[in-house]
C-alpha cells in the first residue's frame, strides 16, 4: 500500500475550514461613489467658468480679475491644505480608537481624535470667515454676482464650494457628537471620521483647483 504523505495531509483544507475574505466597507464605498457624483457637479462650474471666459472681452475679463486679492486668497487655500493634515491625522488617532489625548494639551504628539478634529473645525471655519471677508470687500468695489458674466461665475464657483465646506464642518460637528454620545469608542466611530475625511480631501482638492484657476490663471 501506498503511504500517505503527513505533508501533503497538512496542508489540505478540510471540511471545516473557511476562507475568509476582506470585504470592502459599505460606508466608504458608498462615501466614494456620492462623491464622484460631487465631482461631476463640480466639473459642470468649471465648465460653466472657462465658456463664459471663452466669449467674454479679454479686456473686461482683466479689469474683472483686478480686483482679487490673490495674497488673501493664498493664505487662506493654506488654511485649508493644511486642515486636509489635522484632519488625517485624527483619522490615525480614530483608527487606533483614541478619541481623546492622553497627556496635556500642548502635547500635540498624544492628541486623540476630539483634538485634531476640533484642530480641523477650526481652519475650516477659518476659511469661511476669510471668504465672506473676500466677498464683503469685493461688493464694496462693485463685483457681485450680478454685475457682470465674471461676477456670477466667480460667485457661483466659489460659493458652491463654500456650501461644500459648511457640509463638511457640520460632518465634524456630527463626528464629535457621535464620539462623545458613544459609551465606547469604536468601528462604528472610526468609520464615522473616515468616511468624513474622504469628503474634507475631496472638498480640498477641489478648491485648490478653483484656486488655481480663479487666482492664479487670471
Not at 82 to 106: D, H
Not at 178 to 183: I, L, N
Request: charged share 10%.
Amino acid at each position: 500500500m501506498t503511504p500517505v504523505s503527513t505533508t501533503a495531509t497538512a496542508a489540505a483544507p478540510t471540511a471545516h475550514q473557511h476562507v475568509s475574505v476582506n470585504r470592502p466597507n459599505p460606508v466608504s464605498v458608498g462615501t466614494i461613489v456620492w462623491l464622484a457624483s460631487e465631482l461631476m457637479f463640480f466639473a459642470g462650474l468649471f465648465a460653466m467658468y472657462f465658456t463664459v471666459r471663452s466669449v467674454m472681452d479679454p479686456a473686461e475679463w482683466a479689469s474683472q480679475t483686478e480686483m482679487l486679492n490673490v495674497r488673501f486668497a493664498l493664505l487662506n487655500t493654506t488654511i485649508l491644505v493644511l486642515s486636509s493634515a489635522t484632519c488625517q491625522m485624527g483619522v490615525l488617532a480614530a483608527e487606533r480608537f483614541k478619541p481623546v489625548r492622553t497627556g496635556r494639551l500642548l502635547q500635540v504628539s498624544q492628541w486623540g481624535m476630539h483634538e485634531w478634529t476640533t484642530l480641523t473645525y477650526l481652519m475650516g471655519a477659518f476659511f469661511i470667515g476669510g471668504q465672506v471677508f473676500e466677498y464683503a470687500a469685493l461688493v464694496e468695489e462693485g463685483l457681485t454676482i450680478s454685475s457682470s458674466a465674471y461676477g456670477s461665475v466667480f460667485y457661483l464657483t466659489t460659493g458652491f464650494h463654500g456650501l461644500h465646506v459648511v457640509g463638511g464642518l457640520i460632518a465634524f460637528l456630527f463626528l464629535l457628537g457621535r464620539s462623545f454620545a458613544a459609551k465606547r469608542f469604536g468601528h462604528h466611530e472610526a468609520t464615522t471620521a473616515i468616511v468624513t475625511s474622504y469628503y474634507w480631501h475631496f472638498v480640498d482638492v477641489v478648491w485648490i483647483a478653483l484656486f488655481a484657476v480663479i487666482y492664479l490663471l487670471q
